[in-house]
């Protein structure tokens, strides 16, 4: 054997072991939130006083749902299967222009009727972009409110744009291009199962997924960089999908687009850009194309001593992590030589970690002005704050290993919090309206009456769907990886992001809005959990002549996911 082939078959290993690493932490992670999901659920906001009640579920009740969806899943994918391939494109065409459209008119509905007016960092970073049209940098002088933040100074650029167009503190263009953006959500996601995956009913069930996706509709007017992070997270996801598919350059063209302008809305979208990193290495290990590799997964991927035949993927990679992090530095740029002020002069990230630490009346690692307090203590000298925080991390990590069961409850409740909680905080972050705006009827009962706590109980079943499916979908993946069976790579990237997202919220401030974006991510994964699931109910004795009266399939039970040689 020479030593081409020896290196080839080391990367075999690696490949497999990582991706291996990857499925066994996703699955813990899964079938904690799946037990928790279950078993309880986080009340959050409906009635603008409650805060924070952890209320018990019924178990089977939940159960009971996540296995009817599943069968539903399964009938129509009978359906479908009765009819030929142009029959089933046609069906889910329409589906996607169906669900396009009653998504849009929703939306722009819900946005023009719903008077929410921004508070708190979403006023400050629109104010800001407002004041610099004016020639007005105040805000971002040491220790001013973006001289601070510096991260807001992507999102407020953007609305420097916007307010450039349609007029200062204007923000149903915004909230009008939420629904857009939403609509390409939906649009994007299509797109990346087809690419992946060989049923059908996946796409129909995915666009009834997001349709569902009711939080994601009640985030719509919130003026803030969310909705725009989430759309184009997934237009990422299927770009990088695209390209590793076809090989043509567009799509890197369109990843690169989509990253610049979601890390710009929101920094931790580079926990998504660290998965597009690893992804980059998975491919170049997979076709043994990686025989020298230096990865710094949390800037970007280094290229070291490799033939340029042989490196298309980590160009490919690179160049969407380049793109993103020369937006950002662009950005940085531009506010300096118009302002004159000095840029990276912003509180340390490692203040929000040890706030995240910390325990607020009885919450765990929640908002409490601790990194902002602390930096101005120490006259916005950034060492000084970022060794107070290092210290206070290190003393705080010493009470967790003097007492295991603290550090677990702290826990616990932090993720409790932020994964359980079915709304994701989205009527709660939404709840400020315009002075003198009377609310309708329905707006009403949403916020504070029957119709919302109605919606919260809808939504904590469609949470559970949402875990338990993920979970069974990983299960399939974890399969299909034992068998060392290949599936496109490109359909491990959401789990990247969703694990990192997962890590990036126990260390981080908590907050469900901060979560929201993975789980909606998780919904490419549904359909894979929803069909799996029906396949073995069906397998049950009293369920069997279901299958055999007209559930077949191409490849066997495996087919749904596609294979690549």
């Given at each position: 054997?020479?030593?081409?082939?020896l290196?080839?078959?080391?990367?075999?290993?690696?490949?497999?072991?990582?991706?291996?690493?990857?499925?066994?932490?996703?699955?813990?992670?899964?079938?904690?939130?799946?037990?928790?999901?279950?078993?309880?659920?986080y009340?959050?906001?409906?009635?603008g006083?409650?805060?924070?009640?952890?209320?018990?579920?019924?178990?089977?009740?939940?159960?009971?749902?996540?296995?009817?969806?599943?069968?539903?899943?399964?009938?129509?994918?009978?359906?479908?299967?009765?009819?030929?391939?142009?029959?089933?494109?046609?069906?889910?065409?329409?589906?996607?222009?169906?669900?396009?459209?009653?998504?849009?008119?929703?939306?722009?509905?819900?946005?023009c009727?719903?008077?929410?007016?921004?508070?708190?960092?979403?006023?400050?970073?629109?104010?800001?972009?407002?004041?610099?049209?004016?020639?007005?940098?105040?805000?971002?002088?040491?220790?001013?409110?973006?001289?601070?933040?510096?991260?807001?100074k992507?999102?407020?650029?953007?609305?420097?744009?916007?307010?450039?167009?349609?007029?200062?503190f204007?923000?149903?263009?915004?909230?009008?291009?939420?629904?857009?953006?939403?609509?390409?959500t939906?649009?994007a996601?299509?797109?990346f199962?087809?690419?992946n995956?060989?049923?059908?009913?996946?796409?129909?069930?995915?666009?009834?997924?997001?349709?569902g996706?009711?939080?994601l509709?009640?985030?719509?007017?919130?003026?803030?960089?969310?909705?725009?992070?989430?759309?184009?997270?997934?237009?990422?996801?299927?770009?990088v999908?695209?390209?590793?598919?076809?090989?043509?350059?567009?799509?890197?063209?369109?990843?690169?687009?989509?990253?610049?302008?979601?890390?710009?809305?929101?920094?931790?979208?580079?926990?998504?850009?660290?998965?597009v990193?690893?992804?980059?290495?998975?491919?170049?290990?997979?076709k043994?194309?990686?025989?020298?590799?230096?990865?710094?997964?949390?800037?970007?991927?280094?290229?070291?001593?490799?033939?340029?035949?042989?490196?298309?993927?980590?160009?490919?990679?690179?160049?969407?992590?380049?793109?993103a992090?020369?937006s950002?530095?662009?950005?940085?740029?531009?506010?300096?030589?118009?302002?004159?002020y000095?840029?990276?002069?912003?509180?340390?990230?490692?203040?929000?970690?040890?706030?995240?630490?910390?325990?607020?009346?009885?919450?765990?690692?929640?908002?409490?002005?601790?990194?902002q307090?602390?930096?101005?203590?120490?006259?916005?000298?950034?060492?000084?704050a970022?060794?107070?925080?290092?210290?206070?991390?290190?003393?705080?990590l010493?009470?967790?290993?003097?007492?295991?069961?603290?550090?677990?409850?702290?826990?616990?409740?932090?993720?409790?919090?932020?994964?359980?909680?079915?709304?994701?905080?989205?009527?709660?972050?939404?709840?400020?309206?315009?002075?003198?705006?009377?609310?309708?009827?329905?707006?009403?009962?949403l916020?504070?009456?029957?119709?919302?706590?109605?919606?919260?109980?809808?939504?904590?079943?469609y949470q559970?769907?949402?875990?338990?499916?993920g979970?069974?979908?990983?299960?399939?993946?974890?399969i299909?990886?034992w068998?060392?069976?290949?599936?496109?790579?490109?359909?491990?990237?959401?789990?990247?992001?969703?694990?990192?997202?997962?890590?990036?919220?126990?260390?981080?401030?908590?907050?469900?809005?901060?979560?929201?974006?993975?789980?909606?991510?998780?919904?490419?994964?549904?359909?894979?959990?929803?069909?799996?699931?029906?396949?073995?109910?069906?397998?049950?004795?009293?369920?069997?002549?279901?299958?055999?009266?007209?559930?077949?399939?191409?490849?066997?039970?495996?087919?749904?996911?596609?294979?690549?040689?």
């Amino acid at each position: 054997m020479n030593t081409r082939q020896l290196q080839t078959d080391k990367n075999q290993k690696l490949y497999h072991a990582l991706l291996g690493i990857l499925l066994v932490c996703a699955l813990a992670m899964m079938m904690l939130l799946s037990y928790w999901a279950c078993k309880y659920s986080y009340y959050g906001a409906v009635d603008g006083r409650t805060r924070g009640v952890l209320v018990g579920d019924k178990t089977w009740a939940h159960i009971a749902v996540f296995l009817a969806a599943s069968l539903c899943a399964m009938g129509i994918d009978k359906v479908l299967m009765k009819k030929d391939k142009s029959q089933q494109e046609k069906i889910c065409l329409c589906t996607l222009i169906v669900t396009s459209v009653i998504a849009f008119i929703l939306g722009v509905f819900y946005v023009c009727k719903n008077p929410y007016y921004p508070v708190g960092d979403q006023i400050n970073t629109t104010a800001f972009a407002a004041y610099c049209r004016d020639g007005n940098f105040s805000m971002l002088s040491i220790g001013g409110y973006v001289g601070m933040y510096q991260q807001q100074k992507g999102l407020a650029i953007l609305y420097e744009i916007l307010f450039t167009l349609f007029g200062d503190f204007n923000y149903r263009p915004a909230k009008i291009l939420h629904v857009i953006w939403w609509t390409l959500t939906i649009l994007a996601g299509y797109g990346f199962l087809k690419l992946n995956t060989d049923r059908p009913v996946f796409r129909i069930l995915y666009c009834v997924m997001m349709l569902g996706c009711l939080p994601l509709l009640f985030y719509l007017p919130y003026i803030y960089g969310d909705v725009l992070s989430i759309s184009f997270g997934i237009i990422l996801f299927y770009g990088v999908a695209a390209y590793e598919h076809s090989g043509q350059k567009r799509y890197i063209a369109l990843a690169s687009f989509a990253a610049g302008l979601a890390v710009l809305a929101r920094k931790n979208t580079w926990i998504i850009l660290i998965g597009v990193g690893i992804y980059a290495v998975l491919v170049c290990l997979k076709k043994k194309k990686g025989q020298y590799l230096l990865v710094a997964v949390t800037v970007y991927v280094l290229l070291v001593s490799l033939r340029k035949k042989k490196v298309r993927y980590l160009m490919a990679g690179t160049a969407i992590l380049l793109t993103a992090a020369l937006s950002v530095k662009a950005v940085d740029v531009i506010y300096e030589v118009r302002s004159g002020y000095p840029s990276g002069v912003g509180i340390p990230s490692i203040l929000w970690v040890a706030m995240g630490l910390q325990e607020t009346e009885g919450r765990a690692g929640v908002y409490n002005r601790y990194q902002q307090a602390t930096f101005t203590d120490y006259d916005c000298q950034q060492e000084l704050a970022a060794q107070q925080g290092k210290e206070y991390i290190r003393e705080r990590l010493e009470e967790f290993s003097q007492d295991p069961g603290m550090a677990f409850n702290f826990f616990k409740n932090k993720v409790e919090g932020q994964w359980i909680e079915p709304m994701y905080a989205a009527l709660e972050s939404t709840e400020s309206f315009e002075e003198g705006a009377e609310l309708s009827p329905v707006l009403e009962s949403l916020y504070y009456g029957e119709l919302g706590r109605t919606i919260w109980k809808l939504t904590n079943y469609y949470q559970s769907i949402l875990y338990l499916a993920g979970l069974m979908a990983l299960v399939m993946l974890g399969i299909l990886w034992w068998k060392k069976k290949e599936v496109p790579i490109s359909l491990w990237l959401p789990w990247i992001a969703v694990f990192g997202g997962f890590l990036f919220s126990i260390l981080w401030e908590a907050k469900s809005r901060y979560v929201f974006p993975y789980c909606v991510f998780m919904i490419l994964y549904v359909p894979e959990g929803l069909y799996q699931t029906g396949l073995l109910l069906c397998k049950l004795p009293k369920l069997r002549k279901f299958k055999k009266s007209g559930h077949t399939q191409d490849k066997g039970e495996e087919a749904s996911l596609r294979e690549t040689a």
